[in-house]
Every structure is written in C-alpha cells, then in structure tokens.
C-alpha cells in the first residue's frame, strides 16, 4: 500500500514561491516510477480540485489555473514527487494533497497547507 507524505507548505507573500514535496513509502523505487503521482488542492468551502499530475514517462498535465506558474516533477530514485509554485497567488490558498494512483486505487496524503498572503 502506498503512503504519499506532503511537505514544504507554509506562508507566503503573494508573488513568492514555495516547493512541495510528496515522499511515497511502501512501494520499492521500480513500483515508484510506473506510478501517476498528481497534486490536488481544497480551499475551504470548496470542493478538491486538481492542480497537476506527471505519468510514469514524465509527461505532464496542468490544470489551466496553474500553466506556466507551477511545475511538477518527480525523482524516481527518492520515491518523490515535487510541485515547484512561482508567482503565488492569495488564491492559491489551500491545502494540498498528493495522490499516488497504485493499480486501479487512488492514495492519498493528509495534506499540507499553504497560506498565500496579499
């Protein structure tokens, strides 16, 4: 069973950046790198909404929100995906959680809020 741990969130000033980071345990390293590993993110009273995903051969997807501001990537020898946020925006304000797609079953971390501050 994978475990995804987020980390990296925090408070920053609009215009700023932040790099999450999304550790997967439970898996080997070659189970790591055929996975989709995606970031999603829930601002309150809101409903969770993606933000990106990379596949297994590296290739990407964004949501159009965050096209040319954000970046995933992954390094498959540490079992971890990253989410690089530039030009942060208050409403970027949420919290994000990274989800491992693992034969037919989607994990989930608990999360890590970033605060956007005007």
């Known amino acids: 069973q994978v475990q995804p741990v987020e980390s990296g969130g925090g408070l920053v000033q609009a215009g700023g950046s932040l790099r999450l980071s999304c550790a997967a345990s439970?898996?080997?390293?070659?189970?790591?790198?055929?996975?989709?590993m995606g970031w999603y993110r829930q601002a309150p009273g809101n409903q969770r909404e993606f933000v990106a995903q990379?596949?297994?051969?590296?290739?990407?997807n964004y949501a159009d929100f965050v096209k040319g501001r954000f970046t995933i990537s992954r390094d498959n020898a540490k079992n971890t995906v990253y989410l690089q946020m530039n030009s942060l925006k208050p409403e970027d304000t949420a919290v994000y959680y990274c989800?491992?797609?693992?034969?037919?079953?989607?994990?989930w971390g608990q999360g890590t809020q970033v605060t956007v501050s005007s």
């Open positions: 989800k491992a797609d693992y034969a037919g079953v989607g994990y």
């Open positions: 439970g898996v080997t390293r070659n189970i790591f790198s055929i996975l989709t």
């Open positions: 990379i596949f297994s051969g590296a290739s990407t």
